[in-house]
């Protein structure tokens, strides 16, 4: 057992979790600890090449990290005895698969002195597992240390869907900035981005079935992705265990589509009363009353099924207007020649040809709620409903034998609160106002209202929002974090404790600040939660 | 006359101002196009150091520059009819001196062909002059182009202080982002900068006389401004045009001086029930019943009037808690001593003492609404006050024969509208809701309510507040801009155009949108305000 020599300090009172976020599920530890000297991640036996990349990104993250945030200023230093003698990491399966059913669990035990073991079922939870042991890394003086050795954690997320929408549309997001989104995400073991890729404003994605989508879809030549950029960013996402799903959302919000193909469209950029045509503008919805519109849109979903590897495909279907198709001539001109027939039953029809066509392609279809709520269409019983609406929206799903990922404007909305953006909209504020603070984000329980087990089952997560309207990459970190930390960890960790006590914002705080300076020193601009004053004073800055 | 062989596209009608934030006071211009080679400015003269320095700067800006925003990316070549044969710069007085009555203004004169001339009364006319120069200049195909020429221009300010206020105690900001806001002050000709250099929170600022403040008080040795850093900064804002205002708030939001001088504290550190004594976390405020803080204060005031060269010096005097000094044993010691006094007679008295010794010292008091408003103390008539608490208090102020500056929190309070902050304060939202959009700050009128000219003149101008709380340097851009310079415009150009019509935020969107992206293009992280595809389509994202 070594000692250090100028370790003379007093063991300060702060659990080697301080810096854990999100909190592990299991975790027990002990009263001694181990100075850490450089690192060295060993693979026992063969454990791909995701693990195996990982394993090198971590070492020399926590070799070059030397983080000490203002939550830990004046820990003193511990005398540490036992030494960290690296970390043995294993496998059971080395498949590379990444879906909603991976298994993302992981065991380590570090001990006193000697080599840590980190033991997973799959590469995925191999992740999880060298990402908690990056942050039970502490400085301790001019050395390292991990606290409270021995640590056994035993951990596996509440949720299996954990994820951030980011839009590319409204504004353009580059690669980097999606790249360090990624980055980020993994810090906080998130593993969906939920990608808004086009919308009405543009289509920055190539398309090789429709060239002109992209040609004159894109802001610009530069404000694009290519196939090939896809591919790599959809592998750069794999190897951090973020799955990548796109929305190419249908037929709604889908102005953009019309610059290179005015045939297929309803209602193109009403002005000046857009509103009653659109959420926002410019409006523009796909002709449901065409035939062309479906093999349109099915072509569509037969490229970027190919591209996008993810079973689970995201058909949009939000903020449909029925004014649009009841004022377009064609539409007119079809219920005509087919009464008994409405803009319902035509709308329900489109529906069920495209979803169908997305099954015979061996895809879950993704969908926002009003798919389900808001048209007569029944989708299959294997849809992804993703709720925004209403929580109440949540319950209703499951209870309709759906499953759901709960995106509540009231809680998980990131982009509400900054006020009005129509240009002559002096006094307006924002439709979802207010401001969602990270503490709001936490209290949300997506399965308020569920009581029967088999339906809290159907809620497989959450995902937090950024419509772009009002944000691009000037702004992309600090809008992000560190709210979107927040649910991570109600999504991973869940609401409660071991003891079954649901966790407060107050008891969470100091860690979440420890977790914000941790990923501000890792290159994420997350935005500050206080003071630093209040983060040194744990307690001191609460409502009486 | 030099005719580019390429140059063959139609005249947009987009005029050359198109680009100028603020817009220039009055403006003549024809309809030719100047080609722009390499930018050459010719001192005219004797010119001064700050005006040589920024010759060479925006020549070098000028020169570098090659920017197309969204908002000019169809904008076709123009033909151009002329070339730009550099600028003969001259100004009538070299004196340096920056202060409330330096004249800003400058005449700025492009012919078609031939030498441009700027002309300016003092070097900080020159320097408004050159930024709206490099304003003019745009990108024409391959080459750069000066539109509509001849172009004439008169400029001056409508209001004399234009300003910004940074908090550097809640959360601390690099001398280098204090360098990076100047430098975007000066890009829309605002002229104040407002350090709110300590509060409760941290002392980051040298002292020379109680080294403890800054020992005891900074965040960390790092967190700190040294003399040498702060007279460094003095000049670089300086060569910039923008006054540095430090601001020394007494008697209240003064914990942090407890950690150097307990002995001269009242109510330190209440908790949990902090909120009776402060308006935020941590309380603390001077003891006003001890001569022994007068004496402190003054001794501050002299070191720090003798390191900021500004004659005007803040003193704070905001949300000052009488409970905190009437629980005090020292306070209520002196009361029983003297019959007849109470604490507003030891405030007032304390007032005086202090705003007549930094009058002393040659110095214009600047201080909070409450010195005048919620005290009875009466301060020296040449004291600048500034409101914030009501919209009101600035008719109010002048009705009083006081100077304003308006700071009204309900349009210029940039921190408004992120949530609550304290811990546990769950559905807790800002207390200045909502979040002051662009909209907002360019609709307010400092002279709302004010009708007699010489109360008008007292109205001094306007300074947007961002307060630390949820800030620091990850979020700093942003926060600040374009929001600030939507006022940086109606305190430099005013609210009328020529005829006298109040201009509307729909007719500026497109013009601060080109601000915008200039100043992402000079390394400013200004938020985006719209959709790209609302920038580039002016009038379609408006409300009906």
Redesign the interface.
Same mark, same amino acid.
């Given at each position: 057992m070594k000692i250090t020599a100028s370790a003379i300090g007093l063991l300060a009172a702060i659990p080697s979790v301080l810096g854990v976020w999100p909190i592990p599920r299991t975790l027990k530890e002990g009263s001694s600890n181990s100075e850490v000297w450089w690192v060295n991640i060993k693979p026992s036996g063969n454990v791909g090449s995701i693990v195996s990349n990982a394993i090198q990104r971590y070492q020399d993250l926590i070799n070059k990290e030397s983080f000490q945030s203002?939550v830990t200023?004046n820990v003193t230093q511990v005398k540490t005895n036992g030494s960290f003698g690296g970390v043995s990491l294993s496998v059971e399966s080395t498949d590379e698969t990444l879906n909603l059913d991976t298994d993302e669990s992981y065991t380590l035990d570090v001990p006193v002195s000697g080599e840590a073991t980190l033991k997973a079922k799959t590469p995925y939870g191999a992740l999880r597992g060298l990402e908690t042991l990056s942050q039970l890394v502490v400085t301790n003086g001019a050395s390292k240390a991990i606290r409270n050795t021995p640590i056994h954690i035993e951990d596996s997320p509440f949720f299996p869907h954990r994820g951030i929408q980011l839009d590319t549309?409204? #504004? @353009?997001l580059p690669i980097s900035a999606l790249k360090r989104t990624i980055d980020a995400m993994s810090y906080n073991k998130l593993n969906v981005l939920h990608w808004h890729i086009v919308d009405?404003?543009?289509w920055p994605v190539e398309s090789k079935t429709f060239p002109d989508l992209q040609k004159n879809g894109a @802001?610009?030549a530069k404000e694009t992705y290519s196939h090939a950029e896809v591919r790599d960013l959809i592998q750069y996402a794999k190897g951090r265990g973020v799955r990548i799903i796109p929305e190419f959302d249908v037929p709604g919000h889908t102005y953009i589509v019309g610059k290179a193909r005015p045939d297929l469209m309803s209602c193109m #950029?009403m002005?000046? #009363?857009?509103?009653q045509y659109a959420a926002?503008?410019?409006s523009g919805q796909l002709n449901i009353a065409k035939p062309e519109t479906i093999e349109f849109t099915n072509k569509l979903v037969k490229e970027y099924t190919g591209l996008f590897t993810d079973n689970v495909f995201h058909l949009g279907g939000d903020e449909v207007n029925r004014k649009c198709w009841k004022e377009d001539p064609d539409v007119q001109k079809y219920l005509a020649a087919h009464p008994g027939e409405d803009v319902e039953t035509l709308l329900a029809s489109w529906y069920s040809k495209v979803h169908e066509y997305l099954g015979s392609l061996n895809r879950t279809a993704y969908t926002w709620e009003e798919t389900l709520f808001h048209s007569t269409y029944e989708p299959p019983k294997d849809t992804i409903v993703q709720t925004w609406i209403d929580e109440q929206s949540i319950p209703k799903t499951v209870s309709k034998g759906y499953r759901s990922v709960a995106s509540p404007a009231s809680y998980y909305y990131l982009d509400c609160?900054?006020?009005?953006?129509?240009?002559?909209?002096?006094?307006?504020?924002?439709w979802c106002?207010?401001?969602?603070?990270w503490?709001?984000i @936490?209290?949300f329980d997506p399965l308020t209202g569920i009581t029967d087990p088999a339906q809290q089952k159907l809620v497989l997560g959450g995902e937090v929002q950024l419509w772009?309207?009002?944000?691009?990459e000037?702004?992309l970190? #600090?809008r992000l974090w560190p709210r979107a930390a927040a649910m991570a960890e109600t999504t991973w960790s869940g609401k409660k404790d071991a003891t079954g006590r649901v966790r407060?914002?107050?008891e969470v705080?100091s860690r979440l600040h420890e977790q914000r300076f941790r990923m501000?020193d890792r290159g994420i601009?997350?935005?500050?939660?206080?003071?630093?004053?209040?983060v040194r004073?744990?307690?001191?800055?609460?409502?009486?």
């Amino acid at each position: 057992m070594k000692i250090t020599a100028s370790a003379i300090g007093l063991l300060a009172a702060i659990p080697s979790v301080l810096g854990v976020w999100p909190i592990p599920r299991t975790l027990k530890e002990g009263s001694s600890n181990s100075e850490v000297w450089w690192v060295n991640i060993k693979p026992s036996g063969n454990v791909g090449s995701i693990v195996s990349n990982a394993i090198q990104r971590y070492q020399d993250l926590i070799n070059k990290e030397s983080f000490q945030s203002p939550v830990t200023w004046n820990v003193t230093q511990v005398k540490t005895n036992g030494s960290f003698g690296g970390v043995s990491l294993s496998v059971e399966s080395t498949d590379e698969t990444l879906n909603l059913d991976t298994d993302e669990s992981y065991t380590l035990d570090v001990p006193v002195s000697g080599e840590a073991t980190l033991k997973a079922k799959t590469p995925y939870g191999a992740l999880r597992g060298l990402e908690t042991l990056s942050q039970l890394v502490v400085t301790n003086g001019a050395s390292k240390a991990i606290r409270n050795t021995p640590i056994h954690i035993e951990d596996s997320p509440f949720f299996p869907h954990r994820g951030i929408q980011l839009d590319t549309a409204r #504004n @353009y997001l580059p690669i980097s900035a999606l790249k360090r989104t990624i980055d980020a995400m993994s810090y906080n073991k998130l593993n969906v981005l939920h990608w808004h890729i086009v919308d009405s404003q543009s289509w920055p994605v190539e398309s090789k079935t429709f060239p002109d989508l992209q040609k004159n879809g894109a @802001y610009s030549a530069k404000e694009t992705y290519s196939h090939a950029e896809v591919r790599d960013l959809i592998q750069y996402a794999k190897g951090r265990g973020v799955r990548i799903i796109p929305e190419f959302d249908v037929p709604g919000h889908t102005y953009i589509v019309g610059k290179a193909r005015p045939d297929l469209m309803s209602c193109m #950029n009403m002005q000046p #009363n857009w509103d009653q045509y659109a959420a926002e503008p410019p409006s523009g919805q796909l002709n449901i009353a065409k035939p062309e519109t479906i093999e349109f849109t099915n072509k569509l979903v037969k490229e970027y099924t190919g591209l996008f590897t993810d079973n689970v495909f995201h058909l949009g279907g939000d903020e449909v207007n029925r004014k649009c198709w009841k004022e377009d001539p064609d539409v007119q001109k079809y219920l005509a020649a087919h009464p008994g027939e409405d803009v319902e039953t035509l709308l329900a029809s489109w529906y069920s040809k495209v979803h169908e066509y997305l099954g015979s392609l061996n895809r879950t279809a993704y969908t926002w709620e009003e798919t389900l709520f808001h048209s007569t269409y029944e989708p299959p019983k294997d849809t992804i409903v993703q709720t925004w609406i209403d929580e109440q929206s949540i319950p209703k799903t499951v209870s309709k034998g759906y499953r759901s990922v709960a995106s509540p404007a009231s809680y998980y909305y990131l982009d509400c609160g900054h006020g009005a953006w129509l240009s002559n909209w002096v006094a307006g504020n924002s439709w979802c106002d207010p401001f969602k603070t990270w503490m709001k984000i @936490y209290s949300f329980d997506p399965l308020t209202g569920i009581t029967d087990p088999a339906q809290q089952k159907l809620v497989l997560g959450g995902e937090v929002q950024l419509w772009a309207e009002q944000s691009d990459e000037t702004v992309l970190d #600090n809008r992000l974090w560190p709210r979107a930390a927040a649910m991570a960890e109600t999504t991973w960790s869940g609401k409660k404790d071991a003891t079954g006590r649901v966790r407060t914002t107050e008891e969470v705080a100091s860690r979440l600040h420890e977790q914000r300076f941790r990923m501000v020193d890792r290159g994420i601009s997350a935005g500050p939660m206080q003071p630093v004053w209040c983060v040194r004073n744990p307690g001191h800055c609460n409502l009486p």
